[in-house]
């Protein structure tokens, strides 16, 4: 049973970087095949998916986020991170990592991957962001 734990900060101050980390056990995030997301989901919004690293380490980002995400791994620790710069109030959310197959990539036109049939999901890490 692979299990997903995010952690982070909690709050932080508008235009500071806001990193996060996601624990995986139970399965290791270089097992071929599979993709590790990033999926946040703000108050009154639907999910929004934001990035991925696939097993080899290979990246792919949001187009809407990408000039301020990036997402890393320590293969060591099994652990993934994500950092988000210059955060605003429209970045309060509650954020997830979760598993998915690698067949399925990210929309060639959208660039974006659509959420949908992932197996494995962290319970989320509320962050918020205020002065």
């Known amino acids: 049973q692979v299990q997903l734990q995010e952690s982070g900060p909690g709050l932080v101050k508008p235009s500071q970087t806001l990193s996060l980390t996601c624990i995986v056990s139970g399965g290791s995030i270089t097992t071929s095949s599979y993709a590790w997301s990033w999926i946040r989901q703000s108050p009154g919004k639907g999910r929004e998916w934001m990035g991925v690293?696939?097993?080899?380490?290979?990246?792919y980002y949001n187009p809407s986020l990408k000039s301020r995400i990036s997402i890393a791994r320590d293969t060591s620790k099994n652990q993934l991170s994500l950092q988000v710069t210059s955060v605003t109030p429209e970045d309060r959310a509650v954020y997830y990592c979760?598993?998915?197959?690698?067949?399925?990539?990210?929309?060639?036109?959208?660039?974006?991957?659509?959420?949908?049939?992932?197996?494995?999901w962290g319970q989320g890490t509320q962050v918020t962001v205020s002065s």
């Open positions: 979760a598993r998915r197959s690698w067949e399925v990539r990210p929309n060639r036109h959208t660039g974006v991957l659509e959420i949908s049939d992932f197996d494995y």
């Open positions: 690293i696939a097993y080899d380490g290979s990246t």
